[in-house]
């Protein structure tokens, strides 16, 4: 197969690599083939679901000769980025552990999604810094269960991780009946991006702040509803919480993923909606829909007219529904083989091209360390316990 016919334009990432536009050396030297090599799979990386179908041959392929040819490379071909990494590696020590064998990111949702286009970002670091292949291996089923479920279960030698989620590692946990793993069956990591919703309403909600519209909710007597991309899922449990710290009531409308849910949001059909931010501001812009706020504790430079909903009232004080997104490992992982995932998941989350990235899709990097990122779970899952008992929610995994 010849180098071109990997590249594709049906790209969800706009990063450009530091060797972007330089030349990196043509022919048929080794350093010029390590190059383009390299360029072809940060490409791959990056790719959404257009290239799905054959993208774990083609991430193979390179990954069969990449090993083979950079060696004979050196450090000349390698991105800037991965220089730099090493020098911070250097500054900041190193657990020792390194991979023996390829490493397999697990993401337990469909390719093109936030914790796919996050995962695939990082298994480009990891894989330039070990050396090793790194490949993403989507498990979709159960609101992210069913992914995790194989990671708790798999050998605790840091060859398999998990990209984790707000849902099934916080969430999930209340929600379901006969979940077959706890909190303790994964070891976090370190959190890597937080992205808020947004509480979104149909223009012909009179209301143009959030105490406004819990005035117009209190009006209605339970007559308005809200979508939702799915029962238990984030958006639907933020609803549910809203209206629990306000008092107020509305009926609860579950879609089958979050396009639905905005089409007949923008339809009038249902009146408020809480959504991802990247998803839903092209709706507000076009003045389709109404933003009144986010539902993160801080602003977003994406949307800097639209308040956070927790500054708004004194009930909504302790209103933070931050979506988050980290890296597990299997329970019984050796601490070396953790403190190695957490420096490199630092040094990645340094890389302006890493920051840059998250700020298109309206997030922030969140590094943490294993300890505050247990604590943050930990204290997620009793949060969440607290709404879907109060919310009287429960459901099975199938």
């Known amino acids: 197969m010849r180098a071109r016919s990997f590249r594709r334009r049906s ?15 043509k022919g048929k030297s080794g350093a010029g083939r390590a190059a383009n090599l390299i360029r072809q799979l940060w490409q791959i ?11 774990r041959s083609v991430e193979e392929t390179v990954t069969r000769r990449l090993t083979r040819r950079a060696s004979l490379a050196g450090a000349a071909v390698l991105p800037s980025v991965v ?21 397999r990111i697990v993401v337990p949702a469909a390719p093109g999604g936030t914790t796919d ?6 298994a480009a670091h990891l894989q330039a810094a070990w050396g090793q292949s790194c490949v993403v291996d989507n498990k979709s089923g159960a609101g992210g269960v069913i992914g995790s479920t194989e990671v708790a279960k798999a050998t605790a030698d840091g060859h398999t991780a998990l990209m984790g989620n707000i849902g099934p590692q916080s969430i999930a946990y209340s929600l379901y009946r006969n979940m077959p793993y706890r909190p303790d069956s994964l070891i976090g990591v370190s959190k890597v991006i937080t992205a808020p919703n947004v509480l979104l ?8 702040t959030v105490p406004e519209f819990v005035a117009w909710l209190r009006a209605q007597n339970g007559t308005a509803s809200y979508a939702s991309s799915g029962t238990g899922q984030s958006p639907h449990l933020s609803g549910a919480w809203f209206l629990q710290l306000t008092g107020t009531k509305a009926e609860h409308v579950p879609y089958r993923g979050a396009a639905p849910a905005l089409n007949d949001l923008v339809a009038g059909i249902t009146q408020f909606f809480f959504d991802n931010l990247t998803t839903s501001i092209e709706f507000m812009r076009a003045g389709k829909l109404r933003a009144l706020g986010l539902t993160s504790a801080q602003a977003n430079p994406l949307t800097p007219e639209v308040p ?3 500054g708004t009232m004194a009930e909504l004080k302790p209103f933070d529904v931050s979506t988050w997104f980290g890296v597990f490992l299997p329970a019984g992982a050796p601490r070396p083989v953790v403190d190695a995932y957490n420096e490199e998941i630092k040094l990645w989350l340094r890389a302006e091209a890493t920051r840059e990235r998250f700020r298109t ?30 919310e009287g929610l429960k459901m099975d995994v199938n």
């Open 11 to 25: 790209c969800v990432s706009s990063i450009y690599p530091p060797w972007h536009g330089a030349r990196c050396g």
């Open 45 to 55: 990386c990056q790719c959404g679901t257009g290239a799905a179908r054959s993208r």
């Open 83 to 103: 220089l730099l990494s090493r020098g911070l590696r250097a500054q900041s020590g190193s657990s020792g552990w390194k991979p023996s064998q390829g490493v």
């Open 117 to 122: 286009i996050v995962a695939r970002l990082l």
């Open 201 to 208: 309403v149909h223009p012909s909600v009179p209301a143009k």
């Open 308 to 310: 956070p909903i927790a």
């Open 361 to 390: 899709m309206a997030g922030f990097p969140a590094y943490s360390t294993p300890e505050q990122f247990k604590d943050l779970v930990d204290a997620q899952v009793a949060l969440w316990k607290g709404v879907i008992d109060k």
